[in-house]
């Protein structure tokens, strides 16, 4: 009787044309491929397999390899085979899903034959039948990592070309609205409806800043700093000044003793200032200020942003830097707050490019307060 991967290879056409009449059937990128194109790839797949399973395997690559090893420098045969295959599965359409069931169909397939022909196992044949399930299970991992990286990727590329090309109608709006505000042709109601507009869009335009420094951090560029000698104390009375006038309803305290000065980037910092007192006003007790704390010492500045109001949840804490997470609930998220969980993940990112640490502490009693913390040089 023939090995298994001796097998495979002797019935790889058979195999195939089982798995093709299942495969047109799992969604209209396969129905509508070409039968080179759909059967080409699967016997490519199946003959790598085989090849992995010929190769030498002592116990202890074994045991790695059925615990999910990472991938050695130099990728295997099913690796690579595996890739090939995902990424023409992505350029001819193929869905996730879709791709997936090949490998449960050829898996089926193969060990359906395989034990149709076997009159009794004995331990070889045990151990080869596992061997292959894990050679399977390889190429099904390759192919979904690659396959999902691509499909990530395509998604931040798209979210970062939307929040670009909203940039310019945006500033648009809010150059109009600012040309109105200059005019003395406007009554108070008009007055106070443009203002709202210059306002809005502003934040919105804070928005569109957090998602474009979002999809550049998870393609893998990085912020960009440029770092520049900067007085720090003047850079955060600016920007609570800022602050007030996009939150007049607001109350903000700033406390310094004298300049603050390093080699920072200004403008990335006037993000971190930014969104910590936005999140202060968003979060915070209505009434009660939103305190603005920077000090120097040890080489090192110190900002930090207290609010009272009701604490962060504990669970939260873990989770509060990482994109896309709220800390709060619907119901405890106020108006100002955008929702998207990107200001805090921004201010992470940032403080981490200076060389920086940013922390939080939030109890019911004391309020929150968030802490930067930034070498000088």
Avoid at 45 to 72: I, T, W
Avoid at 104 to 116: E, F, G, K, M, Y
Avoid at 174 to 189: H, I, Q, V
């Amino acid at each position: 009787m023939s090995t298994f991967p001796a097998f495979i290879i002797d019935n790889v056409d058979a195999i195939v044309d089982e798995w093709e009449a299942f495969a047109r059937t799992t969604g209209p990128a396969a129905a509508n491929l070409s039968v080179s194109g759909l059967r080409d790839h699967a016997k490519v797949v199946l003959q790598a397999v085989a090849a992995d399973m010929g190769s030498y395997q002592n116990a202890v690559e074994q045991h790695q390899k059925s615990l999910g090893a990472p991938e050695p420098v130099q990728p295997g045969q099913v690796q690579r085979t595996s890739r090939l295959h995902a990424q023409h599965r992505f350029e001819q359409g193929f869905t996730l899903t879709e791709m997936v069931s090949e490998y449960r169909a050829l898996r089926a397939s193969v060990i359906r034959r395989w034990t149709a022909q076997l009159p009794t196992a004995d331990e070889a044949q045990l151990a080869a039948l596992t061997r292959f399930g894990e050679a399977i299970d390889e190429g099904l991992t390759e192919s979904i990592a690659w396959y999902s990286k691509r499909l990530e990727d395509s998604r931040n590329l798209l979210v970062g070309a939307f929040a670009h090309d909203l940039r310019s109608p945006l500033g648009a709006v809010r150059m109009s609205a600012e040309y109105l505000l200059r005019t003395d042709k406007l009554r108070d109601g008009e007055l106070r409806a443009v203002g709202r507009i210059v306002s809005s869009s502003m934040r919105m335009g804070r928005y569109v800043n957090d998602l474009l420094d979002f999809t550049q951090t998870l393609l893998g560029a990085g912020l960009p700093i440029v770092r520049g000698t900067l007085d720090l104390a003047a850079l955060c009375e600016d920007v609570v000044d800022e602050q007030r006038a996009a939150h007049p309803e607001a109350k903000i305290e700033f406390e310094a003793t004298a300049p603050v000065m390093g080699q920072w980037d200004a403008q990335r910092l006037s993000q971190v200032i930014g969104n910590l007192v936005s999140n202060g006003i968003s979060h915070g007790e209505p009434g009660e200020p939103v305190t603005v704390r920077l000090r120097a010492g040890a080489g090192e500045a110190t900002l930090e942003v207290h609010n009272l109001g009701d604490p962060i949840a504990p669970a939260a804490l873990g989770t509060l830097f990482q994109p896309l997470m709220q800390g709060r609930g619907e119901g405890e998220r106020r108006r100002g707050a955008s929702g998207l969980g990107l200001g805090l993940y921004i201010v992470r990112e940032i403080t981490v490019a200076h060389g920086g640490k940013v922390g939080v502490v939030s109890e019911a009693a004391t309020g929150t307060t968030f802490t930067v913390a930034l070498p000088v040089a």
